[in-house]
């Protein structure tokens, strides 16, 4: 695991310098001694520029051990319900949290907006696609915010799929359980412009569902094509990964051309 961060001097965007540096300077040094972590692909993260960071999302730990094994420091959103606490409210935007209200409108806009502002000043930017935890376990339909952003800034997306956390902090736990193992593999970055005419309105579900390809082939999950909610559970008739040159065994299959090196036709469900 990386031991030194490369600290971007961003005076203009949320949260503190030295607070991100205490807190994931301190989580580092705790998940070395306390947990197995194998990580992968770090080689894939840009020294410098934006990119956006897109993991999947099975635990509250997430936004811990996936910032914390990179090299850079990032930003990152998370749901406005942490500003309503008076043990987040200070330290989650002084980390560089950029609260969203979830139920959309100008106060979600102004969210992405400030996300856009982090990408255009070269910093990597974390969100995650599914737009919130997936309680069943599988890998869910994923939001189109990334790709708007990485349209808007013209910023890769860099997948990243893991295994572990869920059983560090289960849902609805307050405590990590010590001595766990966990896997973090990052993917290769994806560029929009591999998908289609950036201007094109299906290139947001085209790249997205791209994406997500990528994160299940990360992760093992079971890819459902619907999306996560608070309550979800394993769908009935839950469909694998797509493969490529092969339709997925439930719902519609859509064509997409993957870039360079990996020209095949996959099927996913639009």
């Known amino acids: 695991m990386a031991t030194d961060f490369t600290m971007e001097p961003a005076p203009d965007l949320p949260g503190s310098d030295r607070t991100y540096k205490y807190v994931f300077g301190g989580m580092r040094r705790l998940i070395d001694r306390l947990w197995d972590i194998d990580v992968s692909g770090l080689e894939h993260i840009p ?10 999302h099975l635990s509250f730990c997430d936004s811990i051990f996936v910032p914390g094994v990179l090299p850079r420091r990032l930003w990152a959103v998370g749901k406005g319900e942490y500003m309503d606490s008076w043990k987040t409210r200070h330290l989650f935007p002084a980390m560089g949290m950029i609260p969203v209200d979830r139920s959309g409108g100008d106060a979600a806009k ?3 907006d400030t996300a856009a502002k982090v990408l255009d000043g070269g910093h990597l930017f974390m969100i995650y696609p599914e737009g919130t935890r997936s309680r069943s376990g599988n890998l869910h339909k994923g939001r189109t915010g990334a790709a708007r952003l990485a349209i808007r800034c013209d910023a890769p997306i860099i997948p990243v799929g893991h295994q572990g956390t869920v059983d560090i902090q289960p849902p609805d736990s307050v ?3 010590p ?10 970055p994806m560029h929009a ?3 289609g005419d950036p201007d094109d309105p299906r290139i947001l ?3 997205t569902d791209a994406v997500m390809f990528e994160i299940a082939q990360l992760s093992g999950q079971t890819y459902v094509d619907e999306y996560a909610g608070k309550t979800d559970t394993p769908a009935p008739t839950p469909i694998t990964a797509p493969t490529p040159g092969k339709p997925s065994p439930n719902g519609r299959a859509a064509e997409i051309t993957l870039p360079p090196g990996r020209r ?7």
């Open 47 to 56: 020294r410098e520029g934006p990119a956006i960071i897109a993991p999947n």
């Open 110 to 112: 102004a969210a992405l």
């Open 175 to 177: 405590m990590l359980k």
């Open 179 to 188: 001595f766990k193992e966990c896997t973090i593999n990052f993917g290769a």
């Open 193 to 195: 412009r591999d998908f």
């Open 205 to 207: 579900r085209r790249f």
């Open 264 to 270: 095949e036709q996959v099927a996913v469900n639009a």
